[in-house]
């Protein structure tokens, strides 16, 4: 019997040995074709991707009022945001990660004329054209039809300037962003400056506002304000745009004994309406202007002391203290000095535009529109203004706000000087005029 055990137990152990073997040479031959493979795929893949070479050029479109009715305020934004891009082209362009480079932006400016029809041809030319981007600063009623337009085409539009509740009313939007002044924030800044003053009043409003997108929605923000805050207001009828014969108005807010008032109008439109209410022996103890009225320019032309005392709002001082506002500020001066040509605060904004497109295009890394659109809408940084960032529903977004009066300096010349500065504590105020000479 032990025999025979012996003799079965050394095939059976010569056997197990074999399978063993079998197993181990199985296994080295799955580590040597995995090794192999291994390697063949390392070889392959570390060979780096060769990068596309970068385009010539960054096409971003430009519309623009060079004619026409807004040629004044058109111009200005083409003097800024060229000087803006001048400087990004200056070291080298917009980096863009996917072609390790920097890129040099192309603007190409188109003129609208003034004609929102005219806003809107150009916006589908610039589509065919193959812009990356579009920069559309001019008024709502311009920005608007031409923003329809790119939104069609998915191509980002960037507007600086104009009052936001204009631009949020026309969305919703998908690719149009703007960043400018808010109306809410004038009304809100002018009211808190007002606290220190309105029991030196009779608390009494007139509110004059022009019939047109910018005195309806000061209308709708400002009455109920002022009802909250405990002031009596007289708020006639909104004067269609054009009136030249205000007088049954002034003749009104003399019998009412309003000694506060708030004018809506351009320019030319207050100098009339200014002229009358002295011809006629109106004059409150505070007035606030929120048209045209923040260049020098304007000042002058309304003739003598006219602009004596009266507010408005500014949306940039040269106290500013952020980076980009110190650069603007060197722009702002070099065309006050060499060329007589006052940017105007809001300018501040246009400027802000270029840098807002090229702080997105490297955070996107490339020219793609939907990774553009995106990096706009998750701007975080600091313009001339102040700070840049959208709201993610609406897309808009707005700077630093305060209150500036025109006064004249010793020497005779105009300065709209600040009076009120909540969020800069840095601009320097000075006491205002009041009550008004």
């Keep these: 019997m032990k025999g025979i055990a012996r003799g079965n137990g050394m095939p059976c152990c010569r056997s197990a040995i074999t399978k063993v073997q079998g197993a181990v040479i199985a296994i080295i031959a799955i580590i040597i074709v995995a090794a192999l493979v291994s390697g063949i795929y390392y070889y392959y893949t570390s060979i780096p991707t060769p990068t596309p070479p970068p385009p010539e050029k960054i096409k971003i479109g430009m519309i623009a009022s060079l004619s026409g009715g807004l040629a004044t305020v058109g111009r200005l934004q083409k003097i ?9 082209n200056s070291e080298g362009g917009v980096f863009l990660k996917q072609y390790q480079a920097k890129v040099p932006i192309e603007l190409i400016i188109y003129d609208d004329e003034s004609n929102p029809a005219r806003a809107t041809e150009l916006a589908g030319r610039l589509a065919a054209e193959g812009v990356v981007a579009v920069i559309c600063c001019s008024y709502a009623h311009i920005v608007t039809p031409a923003a329809k337009v790119t939104e069609r085409y998915g191509i980002p539009l960037l507007n600086g300037g104009t009052p936001i509740e204009f631009v949020a009313a026309a969305g919703p939007w998908n690719y149009t962003w703007s960043y400018g002044m808010s109306y809410k924030k004038i009304i809100d800044d002018f009211l808190a400056f007002l606290e220190g003053y309105k029991n030196r009043t009779n608390m009494k409003f007139a509110v004059i506002l022009s019939d047109d997108i910018i005195g309806r929605t000061q209308k709708t923000l400002l009455v109920p304000e002022l009802e909250k805050r405990g002031y009596s207001a007289f708020v006639p009828d909104l004067y269609p745009p054009g009136t030249t014969d ?10 009412e004994k309003c000694e506060i008032l708030w004018m809506h109008g351009t320019a030319p439109t207050f100098a009339t ?4 209410c002295l011809a006629l022996g109106y004059k409150p103890k505070i007035i606030y202007q929120s048209g045209g009225l923040a260049r020098l320019e304007e000042v002058q032309a309304l003739g003598g002391d006219l602009a004596l005392g009266v507010i408005t709002f500014l949306c940039w001082h040269y106290d500013y203290p952020f980076p980009m506002s110190k650069t603007f500020r060197e722009i702002w001066t070099k065309y006050l000095v060499e060329k007589n040509i006052d940017l105007s605060p809001v300018a501040a ?6 840098f807002i ?3 997105a295009l ?3 890394g490339s020219l793609d529109r939907e990774a553009l659109n995106k990096a706009i809408g998750e701007t975080k940084m600091i313009g001339a203004p102040g700070p840049v ?4 529903v609406t897309h808009v977004g707005t700077g630093y706000m305060c209150l500036g009066q025109w006064m ?8 709209l000087q600040p009076i009120w500065s909540k969020e800069v504590p840095e601009v320097k105020t000075v006491e205002p005029i009041f009550p008004l000479p």
């Design 80 to 88: 800024t945001i060229e000087e803006a891009v001048k400087m990004i």
């Design 246 to 255: 205000f007088t049954a108005l002034i003749t009104k807010m003399k019998e």
């Design 273 to 276: 309406f200014w002229r009358q």
């Design 349 to 354: 904004y246009y400027f802000t535009v270029p």
């Design 357 to 359: 497109l090229k702080d």
């Design 362 to 364: 490297e955070r996107a």
């Design 389 to 392: 960032s959208f709201d993610s």
């Design 408 to 415: 004249k300096t010793e020497y005779g010349t105009w300065i």
